[in-house]
């Protein structure tokens, strides 16, 4: 057989250190679907593309490697978006491959033609075609080089049939490298570790960085270290272990009013990898009035985009926090605790069992029943907020969600790349009845495959975020934002061959969650919640982080 581009893609793949990818195929990637045959590397048939996005995101956040996905021309590689937009809002390396039509027939409205390249523009790092078989190899290379350096992130590229199908030259033009240059930073570490050492009532600010930089050991060594209070972003939960004395919890709409109080009050924010969205600021103008701001992000159009800040570092999170266990020793700040802990007091009386109800209760007995370092993926909406409030992050990469883009379905699918990804951990993804309803086709995947991932579905018969927003800021009128009782989702599931069952939460949910960690392989469990259980605390539109509406 010659040697054709399609060889030489499956090539770089594997020098990559690829080994699983996702996708689905069309007439234009057939040369590549062909010489995957052949290829160490498995290709996981997925039922659409977006889940491929969402599959290759998952793997790529629980293993830390760079996530691969491949669809087709035209409607493939449209259906990627929002998968690609998930992975661009929540900086995971991603690396998509889209075929495009023959070179010949480019701008003609070719069957399928798509200019792929100018819809993901705004969504990537990059995106661009491989426009000569000669730069198959070096267009890849530069792709995952892209993808993971600096702010990682995903990078598209299209390349032609006719390319793909081309017998190799031998010959390769490379790209140049482009190497970044490193950033002067100089003195403002010691500017920053001075500030805070005079500070009375300092908080860090865990953000998603410190997962993507692969610091959450050292996060926690310079927490224990320093004995500094943190509090997290969505996408920073779980770096920390937590339990600690030291965890206010997460911050924003939806967070904790510890931890919202607490950052309210503070003096000085130690911000690590954290890009300060409204989602965790609530109004900017009223965001942290008191509090000197230090940012430091690998990204430099992070500083300073949403907030004001002080003092500022552009680098890598870990040589950021080996310098600062150097400069930041341990202070008896003792009123700041005491604070603290009388807060702390407060907000758990008044938030009792996380402000999550029943279903906070059924995800903790389903946490119990596993393994420590089992994996939870939420979907979106009340769901998500139940989930990560409930869960405690006991092991890395234990909490896997959606937090820039807020997907609805992204939890099912990605659930298929993390346990591929982590075939050793046991994965349970929790999704309202909305979002499952979006990726419910990625049932048939994980049939076909045996994937033996938990499932768990929180059936309020509603879109339940949308209908809480609905009772306490639209007069209570409920509009488009019932689902009903229209599906049977014990029949479906069964239909897709996957075992599953109906319980009541209110009733003892521990026989169904036995049966669920027992099952070979996968299993569904429906909770019928009621549709007026709510999230509380929650930050009404327009207002600050303590004024938080704490129950109905
Ligand atoms: C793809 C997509 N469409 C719409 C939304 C807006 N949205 C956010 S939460 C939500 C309701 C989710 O309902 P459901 O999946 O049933 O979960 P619940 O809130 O009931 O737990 C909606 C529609 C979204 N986040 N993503």
Known sequence: MKTIGADIVLQVLEEEGVEAIFGY????????????????????????????????????????????????????????????????????????????????????DAFQETDIIGITMPITKHSFMVRDPEQIASSLRSAFRLARSGRPGPVLLDIPRDILGTPDSGNERSIPENTPLPYENGEALVRIAE?????????ILI??????????????????????????????????????????????????????????????????????????????????????????????????????????????????????????????????????????ALSAAKEGDDGCGEAGLLIRKIQAALPRDAIVIPDVGLNQIWTVRSWQCRSPRSLITTGGMG??????????????????????????????????????????????????VLNNGHL????????????????????????DLVAVARGFGIPAERIPVHGNPDAAIARMKEAKGPYLVEAVIDQDTYVYPIIPPGKSNVEMISGK
């Open 25 to 108: 195929p069309g007439a234009n990637t057939l040369p590549l679907n062909d010489r995957l045959a052949d290829s160490p590397i498995r290709h996981y048939l997925m039922r659409h593309e977006q889940a491929a996005a969402h599959a290759a995101d998952g793997y790529a956040r629980v293993t830390g490697k760079t996530g691969v996905c491949l669809a087709t021309s035209g409607p493939g590689a449209t259906n990627l978006v929002t998968g690609i937009a998930t992975a661009y809002m929540d900086s995971t390396p991603l690396v998509a491959i889209t075929a495009q039509v023959n070179s010949e027939l480019w701008g003609r």
């Open 195 to 203: 500030a805070l050492n005079r500070s009375e009532r300092p908080i």
């Open 207 to 344: 953000g998603g960085g410190i997962k993507l930089g692969d610091a959450c050991d050292l996060a926690t060594a310079f927490v224990k270290k320093t004995g500094i209070p943190f509090v997290s972003t969505m996408m920073g939960i779980g770096s920390i272990i937590s339990g600690n004395g030291y965890d206010l919890g997460f911050i924003g709409t939806h967070g904790n009013q510890l931890a919202n109080s607490m950052i309210h009050q503070s003096d000085f924010i130690l911000a690590l990898g954290s890009r300060f969205t409204e989602r965790s600021t609530s109004v900017i103008a009223k965001f942290a009035p008191l509090a000197s701001v230090a940012q430091i992000d690998i990204d430099p159009t992070s500083i300073g985009k949403n907030i004001k800040v002080d003092f500022q570092w552009i680098g890598d999170i870990k040589d950021a926090l080996v310098a600062l266990s150097e400069l930041v020793p341990p202070r008896d700040r003792s009123q700041w605790e005491t604070r603290i802990n009388e807060e702390r």
């Open 407 to 456: 997907t609805m379905g992204f939890s099912l699918p990605a659930a298929i790349g993390v346990k591929i990804g982590a075939p050793e951990r046991e994965v349970v993804t929790v999704s309202g009845d909305g979002g499952f309803l979006m990726n419910i086709q990625e049932l048939a995947t994980i049939s076909s495959y045996c994937l033996p991932l938990k499932i768990v």
């Open 464 to 487: 339940g975020m949308i209908r809480q927003m609905q009772d306490l800021f639209f007069e209570a009128r409920f509009t488009n934002c019932a689902l009903g009782d229209t599906v």
